[in-house]
């Protein structure tokens, strides 16, 4: 059984730094394909960074820079590093799995067929 939790999420200042954990279970980093996307409020679901099984990573134009995805196989945990946070950033962030083929682009919400709940990530002064 796939199994994805989200944790890490919080309030934040402006210019601040979170680092977002996603315990997964029934993923494997190197044949499987995750990704972070978010959701903010009265928005769509926006890919943020993606990881491919080939190790190709992917980001959305509006964290390069400052978001960083990585994954640690030890502990089947998926990982996103935000930096100089931004209000704009403020969202609701879910990691996300397709498990064997991985078609599409890789920060479209298509590709991946298993979902974790989300954590809130609120960045306010």
């Known amino acids: 059984e796939v199994q994805l939790v989200e944790s890490g999420g919080g309030l934040v200042q402006p210019g601040g730094s979170l680092r977002l954990s996603c315990a997964t279970s029934?993923?494997?980093?190197?044949?499987?394909?995750v990704a972070w996307f978010r959701q903010g409020s009265g928005k769509g679901r926006e890919g943020v960074a993606a990881?491919?099984?080939?190790?190709?990573?992917r980001y959305a134009d509006s964290v390069k820079g400052r978001f960083t995805i990585s994954q640690n196989n030890a502990k089947n945990t998926l990982y996103l590093q935000m930096n100089s946070l931004e209000v704009e950033d403020t969202a609701v962030y879910y990691c996300a799995a397709s498990i064997g083929l991985c078609i599409g682009s890789p920060l479209g919400e298509s590709v991946y067929n298993y979902w974790g709940q989300g954590t809130k990530v609120t960045v306010s002064s």
């Open positions: 029934g993923v494997t980093y190197n044949s499987d394909c």
């Open positions: 990881l491919s099984a080939g190790g190709m990573i």
